[in-house]
């Protein structure tokens, strides 16, 4: 079945201006999260969704980064004003609920600030 | 902060057996151990998790130790395309997220 897609693939922008980066999880997941990687940096965690449940987005890095999932389904990674240290590779996964499920991952969104 | 170790690299031979150690001294007895890989520019993919006994599956398999101290994963028969980052990770309670350490990067040589 179809996997975890993620779009753009590749996004350049200028600094300063807002980008939304989206994730379509799979269908029946009730759990998604959003990662990213910058260059030579591990993974680190963003923010989590399951189910109508308050997200938890103790891992976004400052109030300039949101994110929706609308209809339990598709999500949206807002960032707004970017700044050159927002440049990384955004992953997004989604999963059954429970810890014991694994995640699976999209290819992810490469973000690059100018 | 990622709670479990790992070496930061291993090196294997085509079509040999790799065993990848992890330590998890900490660990509670209701967390998962997962283990996830990063082939060269593409996203994690997850491999194998197990709770207290060994788990089989196509792609490997992970033994656990008896305190559940430390885990290994085996890849049977290496190939090229198990050149990747692996990363030994922890699971539990209301924890969801998955806290990626600095992994073990694994050479594969023809």
């Known amino acids: 079945g179809a996997g975890v897609s993620q779009s753009p693939s590749n996004k350049v922008t200028e600094k300063g201006k807002d980008v939304e980066l989206r994730c379509d999880p799979i269908?029946?997941?009730?759990?998604l999260y959003w990662y990213r990687q910058s260059l030579g940096q591990g993974l680190e965690f963003l923010i989590y969704?399951?189910?109508?449940?308050?997200?938890?987005k103790s891992g976004l890095p400052s109030d300039r980064f949101s994110a929706e999932r609308t209809g339990g389904s598709v999500s949206t990674l807002t960032i707004q004003r970017t700044q050159q240290e927002d440049s990384a590779v955004y992953l997004c996964?989604?999963?059954?609920?429970?810890?014991?499920?694994?995640?699976?991952f999209g290819p992810g969104t490469r973000l690059t600030v100018t | 902060d990622a709670k479990t170790t790992q070496p930061n690299s291993m090196e294997s031979n085509e079509e040999e057996p790799v065993h990848l150690p992890c330590n998890h001294s900490?660990?509670?007895?209701?967390?998962?151990i997962h283990w996830y890989r990063q082939l060269p520019s593409q996203g994690p993919e997850y491999v194998i998790h197990g709770l207290t006994s060994n788990v089989n599956n196509r792609m490997a398999s992970l033994a656990i130790a008896e305190d559940r101290k430390s885990s290994t994963l085996i890849l049977h028969r290496a190939t090229l395309r198990d050149a990747a980052v692996y990363y030994c990770i922890e699971t539990g309670g209301s924890n969801y997220k998955l806290t990626f350490g600095k992994g073990t990067l694994l050479t594969v040589n023809p």
């Open positions: 969704f399951q189910g109508n449940s308050a997200p938890d």
């Open positions: 269908s029946g997941h009730t759990a």
């Open positions: 900490t660990i509670s007895g209701t967390d998962y």
């Open positions: 996964a989604s999963s059954f609920f429970g810890i014991s499920y694994e995640q699976y």
